[in-house]
Each structure stands twice: as structure tokens, then as C-alpha cells.
């Protein structure tokens, strides 16, 4: 079993910053990718950003420039900085990880709970 716990989300004015952390725990032999999606009301979830094994992220255009991924492997977390913040930003963040349980196993993803941000203008 595997858990994701996320935390920092919260009320902002636009403009403003916030940081994101989310921190795997369980049953995890590596970890082959974290990063966070996001889902507005009436929307779809959406990628927001995601970070590879290798350290290489991949950004949703929306965030490019505003949004910076991070990963500490040591200690399975992974953290979204967020800068600029607009209020169509607001949305529940959901941490995503991509973990095998042993060496040459299969891939499984897992999901956070999920943190309300919310960009006042």
C-alpha cells in the first residue's frame, strides 16, 4: 500500500505564491515519476507539471514560467512552487506518482487526495 499526502494549498490573492508539497510513503521500491495534476469546477483534470526519474519536467503551457516541479528522491516528496498565481489557477491539486513496488515490476499509479487552491482577484 502506498500513500500520498500533499500539503500547502490554501487562499491567495492573484499575484501571490504558494508551495506544494506531496510526500509518498508505503510499499515503494522506486518511483519513476511525481508531479501534479490539477481539476477546476466543470473541468476535466489537467496536467500541471510532472517530473521524471531522470530530473526532466514536462509543464503544462498555462504554468510555463509561473510554476517550478522539484523532487527531493531521498525523501520521496515531491514540491510545486507556484508563483504569478491567476485565478483561473484555482482548482483542487492532486499529487500523482507512478511507483513499482520491486525490481522489474510493473508500474502503478497513485493518487493524493487533493488540495484546494483558490486565487482571490
Known amino acids: 500500500q502506498v500513500q500520498l499526502v500533499e500539503f500547502g494549498g490554501g487562499l491567495v490573492q492573484a499575484g501571490g505564491s504558494l508551495r506544494l508539497s506531496c510526500a509518498a510513503s508505503?510499499?515503494?521500491?522506486?518511483?519513476?515519476?511525481m508531479g501534479w495534476y490539477r481539476q477546476a469546477p466543470g473541468k476535466q483534470r489537467e496536467l500541471v507539471a510532472t517530473?521524471?526519474?531522470?530530473?526532466?519536467?514536462n509543464y503544462a503551457d498555462s504554468v510555463k514560467g509561473r510554476f517550478t516541479i522539484s523532487r527531493d528522491n531521498a525523501k520521496n516528496t515531491v514540491y510545486l512552487q507556484m508563483s504569478s498565481l491567476k485565478p483561473e489557477d484555482t482548482a483542487v491539486y492532486y499529487c500523482h506518482a507512478l511507483i513499482t513496488y520491486r525490481t522489474g515490476g510493473p508500474t502503478y499509479q497513485w493518487w493524493g487526495q487533493g488540495t484546494q487552491v483558490t486565487v482571490s482577484s
Open positions: 508505503g510499499n515503494i521500491f522506486s518511483i519513476n515519476a
Open positions: 517530473m521524471a526519474s531522470g530530473d526532466s519536467s
